[in-house]
T-cell receptor, first 113, second 114 residues
Framework: GNSVTQMEGPVTLSEEAFLTINCTYT??????LFWYVQYPGEGLQLLLK?????DKGSNKGFEATYRKETTSFHLEKGSVQVSDSAVYFC????????????FGTGTSLTVIP | DAGVTQSPTHLIKTRGQQVTLRCSPK?????VSWYQQALGQGPQFIFQ???????QRGNFPDRFSGHQFPNYSSELNVNALLLGDSALYLC?????????????FGDGTRLSIL
């Protein structure tokens, strides 16, 4: 079946530090992979996506590369800001299973000045 | 261009009651999915509606039901509420014909069961 495993948090970093949040997946078909971000009291916002192997998604300084050989989609940012404090969710969607989304449990990030 | 809108924002019910949550999809979207997000967890898929029919269902009991209207808006109904139904309920919309496209989420309805 389909599933996503995310690095557990919480993660606390100082401003301008390097961020990595690990995500691995299991899928039966050919999934697309996503990172969503959730700010307190809000819904999920799409951060970036990749639809096939070796694709790199990027947005707002965040990047993630779809690695089929390691079934991974790790999120990285070179220099975090206080405004990046949020919960980050890795997710997959498999067209063969009707575009249902499978989410990881989320990783809480706090960036301190 | 309005995104996904959900109502109400918060709701408090007691055990055994019934609740209806509402969702209007993003303009141009025809598919609505509902998710349950328990505190500290990732969203769990409840079901998806397209062309006014339930197309897919996650591992949720029949107490959870839904409806989609001709204007693509949707309702989630939960009967015989349990304490464990307390969660943030998220609605997401997409355009079915676009393949593996991102879903756009509303801000959710926070349901508390006393």
């Amino acid at each position: 079946g389909n599933s996503v495993t995310q690095m557990e948090g919480p993660v606390t970093l100082s401003e301008e530090a390097f961020l990595t949040i690990n995500c691995t997946y299991t899928a039966t078909g050919y999934p697309s992979l996503f990172w969503y971000v959730q700010y307190p009291g809000e819904g999920l916002q799409l951060l970036l996506k990749a639809t096939k192997a070796d694709d790199k998604g990027s947005n707002k300084g965040f990047e993630a590369t779809y690695r089929k050989e390691t079934t991974s989609f790790h999120l990285e940012k070179g220099s975090v800001q206080v405004s990046d404090s949020a919960v980050y969710f890795c997710a997959l969607s498999d067209w063969l299973t009707g575009n249902q989304f499978y989410f990881g449990t989320g990783t809480s990030l706090t960036v301190i000045p | 261009d309005a995104g996904v809108t959900q109502s109400p924002t918060h709701l408090i019910k007691t055990r055994g009651q019934q609740v209806t949550l509402r969702c209007s999809p993003k303009s141009g979207h025809d598919t609505v999915s509902w998710y349950q997000q328990a505190l500290g967890q990732g969203p769990q898929f409840i079901f998806q509606y397209y062309e006014e029919e339930e197309r897919q269902r996650g591992n949720f009991p029949d107490r959870f039901s839904g409806h989609q209207f001709p204007n693509y808006s949707s309702e989630l109904n939960v009967n015989a509420l349990l304490l464990g139904d307390s969660a943030l309920y998220l609605c997401a919309s997409s355009f079915r014909g676009a393949g593996n496209q991102p879903q756009h989420f509303g801000d959710g309805t926070r349901l508390s069961i006393l």
